[in-house]
C-alpha cells in the first residue's frame, strides 16, 4: 500500500513538473492573443514582445521590459510605459534589442529615423508605412515574425 502512494506520488509530480512548461507558453500565447486584438501598443508591450523574441532573459511583463529598456536608453527620453507606440521609436527600439548595427547615417545619430530607414532598407519594415503612424498589436506581430525570419538563425 505505501509502495502505491509513493508511485501516485511520484507521478502527480511528474505531471505536475512537466505541466510548468506548457503554463508558461499558454501564459505567453494569451498575451499575443491580446496583442493581436490591439489597434495601439504602448512602449511596455512592445518593449516586453521584442525582448522575448531576442531572447533576454528575466522579462516576464511589459512593465518589467520597459524598465529594462528605459535603463539602458533605448527609448527617447519622452517616451512613456503607456504612451502608443510610434512605428519611428519602436525601429530605433528594435535595432537596439536585436543589436543590428545599421548603415553609416544609424550609426553617426542612432535616432529613430534612420533606424526606421534601416529597416525599410532590411525590409523587416515593409508596405505603405510612415514613421509617425502609431504601431498596432498585428503590426507589432509581423514586425517581430520578420525579425525572427531574418536573424533568428543567428548565433
Same mark, same amino acid.
Given at each position: 500500500?505505501?509502495r502505491?502512494?509513493?508511485?501516485?506520488?511520484?507521478?502527480?509530480?511528474?505531471v505536475?513538473l512537466?505541466a510548468i @512548461?506548457?503554463a508558461?507558453?499558454?501564459?505567453?500565447?494569451?498575451e499575443i492573443d491580446h =496583442?493581436?486584438s +490591439?489597434?495601439?501598443?504602448?512602449?511596455?508591450q512592445a518593449?516586453? =514582445?521584442?525582448?522575448?523574441t531576442a531572447?533576454? @532573459?528575466?522579462i516576464?511583463?511589459?512593465?518589467? *521590459?520597459?524598465d529594462?529598456?528605459r535603463e539602458r536608453?533605448w527609448?527617447?527620453?519622452?517616451?512613456? /510605459?503607456?504612451?502608443? *507606440?510610434? =512605428?519611428?521609436?519602436v525601429? =530605433?527600439?528594435?535595432m537596439?534589442v536585436w543589436q +543590428?548595427?545599421?548603415g #553609416?547615417?544609424?550609426w553617426?545619430? %542612432?535616432s529613430p529615423?534612420y533606424?526606421y530607414r534601416e +529597416?525599410?532598407? +532590411?525590409d #523587416?519594415?515593409?508596405? /505603405?508605412?510612415?514613421?509617425h503612424?502609431?504601431?498596432?498589436? %498585428?503590426?507589432l506581430l509581423?514586425l *517581430?515574425?520578420?525579425l525572427?525570419e531574418?536573424?533568428?538563425g543567428e548565433e
Amino acid at each position: 500500500m505505501n509502495r502505491q502512494k509513493k508511485s501516485k506520488g511520484f507521478i502527480l509530480c511528474l505531471v505536475l513538473l512537466l505541466a510548468i @512548461p506548457f503554463a508558461a507558453f499558454s501564459q505567453n500565447a494569451q498575451e499575443i492573443d491580446h =496583442l493581436l486584438s +490591439l489597434n495601439e501598443v504602448n512602449y511596455g508591450q512592445a518593449a516586453w =514582445l521584442l525582448l522575448n523574441t531576442a531572447d533576454v @532573459p528575466g522579462i516576464t511583463e511589459p512593465s518589467q *521590459a520597459f524598465d529594462y529598456v528605459r535603463e539602458r536608453n533605448w527609448l527617447p527620453a519622452n517616451a512613456g /510605459r503607456d504612451d502608443n *507606440a510610434r =512605428l519611428d521609436n519602436v525601429s =530605433l527600439l528594435i535595432m537596439k534589442v536585436w543589436q +543590428l548595427n545599421g548603415g #553609416i547615417m544609424y550609426w553617426l545619430t %542612432q535616432s529613430p529615423r534612420y533606424a526606421y530607414r534601416e +529597416l525599410i532598407y +532590411l525590409d #523587416i519594415i515593409q508596405g /505603405r508605412v510612415n514613421p509617425h503612424m502609431i504601431v498596432s498589436g %498585428q503590426m507589432l506581430l509581423f514586425l *517581430a515574425n520578420r525579425l525572427l525570419e531574418v536573424y533568428g538563425g543567428e548565433e
